[in-house]
């Protein structure tokens, strides 16, 4: 067995790790041209592919097509639309088309930088408005490879009076004489055409209303190039504009591997799958799956606000009857030892789950959503609860009933755990109780149990601070278990708890960042982290105790964490009767 050398104090400094520097990630960057400051975000290549895909944004997003290309290989830039505070799309900001010559700037430096033939080796990629810019850069400025959905053609029109973009594109009263001038752009671009060795590869579809507004009067011109590729998608998921790119996204994703790749696909005009479908076998499809004993809900938001739950997501039952969808009302109901309790839904509108919960055939769901608003939990007894969702429909005629089902008027009723896709946990605090909202795929729990827990031995707690003053409540300092990370903001819940003979009080704490206070705590052989084990009142601002009755209390801090509660005191203080008289006791 080899031993360590003695020490040394010949050895070489440390120098930076190359493997940290070369991340595949995106990192964000700003060049200045001009006047302009452009905003990027570039990924490097992962491995030889030598090429780049520059991604325009389209309205709404930050970045084009989010997560979407993780699996391309060759470096990427992203660039975002915001130019002197206001979107641009990419070609004029209150006018001034200045701001073309600096995205080209970053571009070109990019492909430079990278040793690309810039005409060869990159592709211009963009969605909507960053479909128009991707075929606006490459034809003036000569890209060969040009990817986009459902571009606008007509950017002035499009523009006008389309939220903010109009404002920030045309200038001030937005006139007429803009709109027109920017409308004149792509077309007069393409009319003036040269070069028809280029690669353009358009998507789109009839379902979206894009096409008769704006796509179909650019083909003619774009019918010119060498190799235009024009996919036209029908399906009956492709209800919206910003649809056509996500069903078509298989299809970005093959285009773009094989160009970025070297290869140039030339594919043609196709009209790709179907948006009809077999109404006997839809109608049947959706009506068993309506018969059949199931039920969806799907908790999608959960918080907790002055004591009370908000919660809202999806809840429907599956397929439909015959003739329209029908209505449905929703119940949450927590169960415990075979008790229930049961709260009231509003039934809320929900977009596109007939894409996210699609089965074999379009069923639209226009009301699948569900609200909960100011849900109290006080009046529940302590213990675990298992959380479901009650779904009543109406009467569906020629449907069957299934497990469970049948109510008096031959609707269908059933119930089904609450589920959600990621992990929940929303904690909070009110008199002498706690309520957890919990839970993920498995299942929703709610948890209610005594704000005051143990006080293990093993917990490292030093009270900085613990005072009282005109009924302000001012306490901080260091609270965490070692062995459990204390590494974030949310590692812990923490709470005030006010006890004594008038009643049990309970405040939230807030989790802060304090090193210097922490870490004299932790003994050298543990390699933990607890940099945000440490309490202090929400913004350093104190506890209003105003509405606490007057009488001497315990001040205790508790930590939720887990499934566990720990509690020590942090000291006694006294409340005196408030000036203005008897005040309502806090919950």
């Known amino acids: 067995m080899s031993q360590p050398s003695r020490p040394s104090t010949s050895l070489p400094p440390l120098s930076p790790n190359y493997a940290l520097k070369h991340k595949w990630a995106f990192t964000e960057g700003v060049e200045t041209h001009g006047r302009w400051s452009v905003e990027y975000q570039f990924r490097p290549a992962r491995g030889h592919h030598p090429h780049l895909l520059v991604v325009f944004a389209s309205v709404g997003t930050v970045w084009g097509f989010g997560n979407q290309l993780d699996q391309v290989q060759c470096n990427i830039l992203r660039i975002k639309d915001r130019f002197d505070g206001g979107t641009s799309y990419y070609i004029a900001r209150d006018m001034d088309c200045s701001l073309q010559e600096a995205v080209q700037a970053v571009i070109r430096g990019f492909a430079e930088r990278l040793g690309l033939n810039s005409r060869e080796q990159v592709t211009l990629l963009g969605h909507s408005k960053g479909g128009s810019a991707a075929l606006y850069y490459g034809v003036k400025y000569d890209y060969r490879n040009i990817v986009m959905s459902t571009p606008q053609y007509f950017l002035g029109s499009y523009s006008h009076n389309h939220g903010n973009l109009g404002a920030s594109v045309l200038g001030k009263g937005q006139p007429a004489e803009s709109v027109a001038a920017l409308d004149r752009v792509l077309p007069e671009l393409l009319e003036a055409e040269k070069n028809f060795d280029r690669n353009v590869y358009l998507l789109s579809s009839p379902a979206d209303y894009q096409y008769e507004q704006e796509v179909k009067h650019m083909l003619p011109a774009l019918r010119r190039y060498d190799n235009f590729s024009f996919l036209f998608l029908r399906s009956p998921t492709i209800r919206r504009h910003e649809e056509v790119v996500r069903q078509g996204m298989p299809l970005v994703w093959s285009v773009l591997h094989a160009?970025?790749?070297?290869?140039?696909?030339?594919?043609?005009?196709?009209?790709?799958?179907?948006?009809?479908?077999?109404?006997?076998?839809?109608?049947?499809?959706?009506?068993?799956?309506?018969?059949?004993?199931?039920?969806?809900?799907?908790?999608?938001?959960?918080?907790?606000?002055?004591?009370?739950?908000?919660?809202?997501?999806?809840?429907?039952?599956?397929?439909?009857?015959?003739?329209?969808?029908?209505?449905?009302?929703?119940?949450?109901v927590l169960e415990r030892d075979g008790r229930c309790w049961v709260f009231p839904l509003e039934t809320t509108k929900a977009a596109k789950l007939y894409r996210e919960y699609w089965d074999s055939f379009f069923c639209e769901y226009a009301d699948g959503g569900f609200a909960g608003q100011g849900l109290g939990f006080d009046g529940l007894p302590l213990g675990r609860f298992q959380v479901s969702v009650c779904i009543t429909g109406d009467s569906d005629s020629g449907s069957g009933s299934g497990s469970g089902d049948g109510s008096a008027g031959g609707g269908i009723e059933r119930r089904t755990r609450l589920v959600a896709r990621q992990p929940v946990d929303r904690r909070t605090a009110a008199g002498g109780t706690e309520t957890v909202?919990?839970?993920?795929?498995?299942?929703?729990?709610?948890?209610?149990?005594?704000?005051?827990?143990?006080?293990?031995?093993?917990?490292?707690?030093?009270?900085?601070?613990?005072?009282?003053?005109?009924?302000?409540?001012?306490?901080?300092?260091?609270?965490?278990?070692?062995?459990?990370?204390?590494?974030?903001?949310?590692?812990?819940?923490?709470?005030?708890?006010?006890?004594?003979?008038?009643?049990?009080?309970?405040?939230?704490?807030?989790?802060?960042?304090?090193?210097?206070?922490?870490?004299?705590?932790?003994?050298?052989?543990?390699?933990?982290?607890?940099d945000f084990g440490y309490f202090t009142t929400p913004g350093g601002r104190g506890i209003d105790a105003g509405e606490v009755p007057a009488g001497r209390y315990r001040v205790l801090v508790s930590m939720s964490a887990g499934g566990a509660l720990y509690t020590r005191k942090a000291g006694r203080i006294s409340l005196s009767r408030p000036r203005n008289g008897n005040r309502e006791r806090s919950r």
Do not use: W
């Not at 799907?298 to 429907?316: E, K």
């Open 437 to 530: 909202l919990r839970g993920g795929q498995g299942g929703i729990e709610i948890v209610r149990r005594s704000v005051i827990g143990t006080d293990s031995p093993a917990l490292v707690v030093e009270v900085k601070k613990c005072r009282e003053q005109d009924r302000t409540i001012d306490v901080e300092g260091v609270f965490f278990l070692p062995g459990r990370n204390a590494d974030r903001a949310a590692h812990a819940t923490y709470y005030l708890v006010l006890d004594g003979k008038p009643g049990r009080f309970s405040f939230p704490l807030q989790a802060g960042r304090n090193p210097a206070a922490v870490r004299r705590h932790v003994p050298p052989e543990d390699f933990g982290s607890y």
């Open 259 to 332: 160009l970025t790749e070297g290869m140039v696909p030339r594919l043609g005009e196709l009209e790709l799958g179907s948006d009809t479908e077999d109404p006997r076998a839809a109608a049947a499809h959706l009506a068993a799956l309506r018969a059949g004993d199931t039920a969806l809900a799907v908790l999608r938001q959960a918080a907790f606000d002055g004591g009370t739950a908000r919660l809202a997501g999806h809840a429907f039952l599956p397929g439909r009857p015959g003739g329209p969808e029908p209505r449905e009302t929703k119940r949450l």
